[in-house]
């Protein structure tokens, strides 16, 4: 299973950040609930953006695992959060993700496609990279595990978004594009507020 050092991430999510979110461990699968369910969308979006036979290979495949994946987590969070009497939230947003989108080349062509699927990659990264710290430092068993079990699955989602965008896309101007958005990513975690979300920020204001 990988662990935080082998990320790509700028980085890193403080253990008390993990401390203080689980303190009401209820809100952040709701919120995670949400996660899975956008993650999923988020995927088939690009069954859209490049789709039929003009895709390059292994294209349809790769964005209808990561689709179903995510898909099944959302399942797995849901029924965690009933089995703990859990209520799910009726309204949801996620400022990190929003910002992210901000970083987008909109209307480029070639560049927003690109740009798409390496804040997909971002994305994934910090998911997994903050499901191995909660894993870490759950003292609940049941929690532990479940975060642990999503590690290897989203470690391989970002690698997928990234191999996808070196399709689309010179694999040396991808990687100076994910180099500049790994720093924009670092900027925008810590500069989110505290709340019981898989992408809070951990800095008191």
């Not at 859209?48 to 797995?76: C, F, K, Y």
């Not at 970002?158 to 070196?166: G, N, R």
């Not at 399709?167 to 810590?190: F, N, S, T």
Request: glycine content about 4%; overall charge neutral; proline content about 4%.
């Amino acid at each position: 299973m990988p662990t935080s050092t082998d990320l790509p991430l700028v980085s890193s999510t403080p253990a008390s950040w993990a401390k203080g979110v689980l303190q009401n461990a209820n809100a952040l699968l709701s919120d995670q609930v949400y996660l899975e369910k956008k993650a999923a969308n988020n995927a088939l979006e690009f069954l859209n953006l490049w789709p039929g036979p003009q895709a390059p290979a292994h294209w349809l495949a790769s964005v209808a695992s990561i689709a179903r994946d995510e898909t099944l987590h959302m399942q797995a969070a849901l029924k965690l959060l009933e089995k703990r009497g859990g209520v799910l939230e009726r309204a949801h947003k996620n400022p990190y993700a929003y910002d992210l989108r901000k970083l987008i080349r909109k209307g480029q062509g070639k560049d927003d496609l690109t740009d798409r699927l390496i804040i997909s990659a971002l994305v994934e990264a910090r998911s997994c990279e903050r499901f191995i710290c909660l894993s870490e430092e759950s003292k609940d068993v049941e929690l532990a595990k479940f975060y642990r079990a999503l590690v290897t699955s989203e470690n391989g989602h970002y690698k997928m978004f990234l191999d996808m965008a070196k399709r689309v896309a010179a694999a040396k101007e991808v990687g100076a594009r994910w180099e500049k958005l790994l720093e924009e990513e670092a900027r925008i975690i810590e500069d989110q507020p505290v709340d019981f979300k898989i992408h809070s920020g951990w800095k008191m204001n």
